[in-house]
C-alpha cells in the first residue's frame, strides 16, 4: 500500500514557476514508476510525466504540452517525486495529480495508488 500527498500548488502569474511534490508513504516507493496528471472539472484526467524507478534508468516522459517546461524527478531517500513547472500558462491550470504504479505508462487507469490533488491556477 502506497499514500500518497500532494503540495506545492497555488497560484501563480502566466510565465511564473511552481514546483510540485508528492510525499509517499511506505518503503517500496523506489520500486514505482511515479507519475504527474491533471484534470479540468468536466475532462477527462490527463497525462503531464512520469519518472521509472532508478534502477530502470529514472528514465523521463512528458506530454507534449508541458515538455520544454516541467521538469519531474524524485528523490528515494525522500520518498517524494517533485515536478517542476516553468513557464507556466492559463491552460495548464488545473488538479495535478501524483500516481504510482508497477509499470510505465501513460494511462491513469493503470496507475496503482493516487493522492488527493493539488489546485494550481495560473493567471493571465
Known amino acids: 500500500q502506497v499514500q500518497l500527498l500532494e503540495s506545492g500548488g497555488g497560484a501563480v502569474q502566466a510565465g511564473g514557476s511552481l514546483r510540485l511534490s508528492c510525499a509517499a508513504s511506505g518503503r517500496t516507493f523506489s520500486s514505482y514508476v511515479m507519475g504527474w496528471f491533471r484534470q479540468v472539472p468536466g475532462l477527462e484526467r490527463e497525462f503531464v510525466a512520469t519518472?521509472?524507478?532508478?534502477?530502470?534508468?529514472?528514465?523521463?516522459s512528458y506530454a507534449n504540452s508541458v515538455k520544454g517546461r516541467f521538469t519531474i524527478s524524485r528523490d528515494n531517500a525522500k520518498n517524494t517525486v517533485y515536478l517542476q513547472m516553468d513557464s507556466l500558462k492559463p491552460e495548464d491550470t488545473a488538479v495535478y495529480y501524483c500516481?504510482?504504479?508497477?509499470?510505465?505508462?501513460?494511462?491513469?487507469?493503470?496507475?496503482?495508488?493516487w493522492g488527493q490533488g493539488t489546485q494550481v491556477t495560473v493567471s493571465s
Open positions: 519518472i521509472t524507478t532508478i534502477l530502470n534508468g529514472a528514465r523521463t
Open positions: 500516481a504510482a504504479a508497477k509499470f510505465r505508462s501513460t494511462t491513469p487507469s493503470e496507475f496503482d495508488y
